[in-house]
């Protein structure tokens, strides 16, 4: 059975030092590529070697029309073809629609490789100081202000009972706004990181209790950023 390789991208932008070397052996190695993104894909190919051939590969790009997608993939499996997977910031699989295919190679009994590569979900919990043995990634939180309120009362409430990290993200344009709405509902002495842009040269990954934040308030709009919530000691 071929072999599938999990293909990181930087996060930042240009941020080409934080995929190690040995990626583009990997990418060399296979004969499909799924990309989350193909022409960022293309892009983030050439920025770390610049003399791969492009068109050389089979290209496909993972939308929501899943049973396409997977009809492709299994086909290239059958075919006995290397594929890479490529998510468009990070690591496949992880906050990633890349984990549909790689739940089917599963399946079809292929080796899977993930390779190393920068994760803003490990890179914040690690500099955050907040407890890395038991944390939780919740993705996005509800939209709706009041179902919004409600979830973060309840993640700061299980944080509390469990000693746990709740991790999560909002779209960049309405960070501004959730960074308020925590704020306003969490408990003076719970613990908020805020890290944003993370890995590039303007890199801020902070931790504060909610009252110090409402003295030093970050402008997080349009800006990537992830939250990690600590309440307790």
């Known amino acids: 059975m071929p072999s599938i390789y999990l293909i990181p ?12 070397t040995y990626i ?5 190695n296979c004969q499909v590529i799924f990309a989350e993104n193909e022409r ?7 920025s770390i070697d610049a003399s791969i051939i492009i068109d050389d590969f089979e290209w496909h790009t993972i939308h929501k029309s899943e049973s396409q997608q ?6 290239a499996v059958r075919s006995n073809k290397n594929i890479a997977i490529i998510s468009e910031a990070g690591c496949p699989g992880v906050a990633d629609p890349g984990q549909e295919l790689i739940a089917v190679a599963q399946e079809m009994d292929c080796t899977i490789k993930p390779l190393v590569g920068p994760s803003s979900i490990l890179l914040a919990l690690m500099a955050s100081g907040m407890n890395g043995q038991q944390f939780e990634f919740i993705g996005y ?3 709706d202000n009041s179902e919004r309120i409600k979830k973060i009362k309840e993640l700061e409430l299980q944080s509390a009972k469990n000693n746990s990290t709740k991790i999560f993200i909002e779209t960049p344009y309405r960070n501004n706004q959730l960074f308020e709405c925590l704020l306003q509902n969490c408990n003076p002495t719970t613990k908020l990181c805020v ?8 890199e801020f990954i902070v931790t504060k209790r909610i009252k110090e934040w409402k003295q030093h308030k970050p402008e997080l709009h349009k800006i ?5 919530l600590h309440a307790g000691s």
């Open 195 to 202: 890290g944003k842009n993370i890995t590039s040269q303007e």
């Open 141 to 143: 939180l509800p939209i």
């Open 224 to 228: 990537p950023t992830i939250f990690l």
């Open 70 to 75: 997977i009809s492709h993939f299994k086909d």
């Open 40 to 46: 960022t894909a293309r892009r983030f190919l050439k």
């Open 24 to 28: 583009i052996h990997s990418v060399r």
């Open 9 to 20: 991208s930087f996060i930042a932008e240009n941020a080409t030092n934080t995929i190690p």
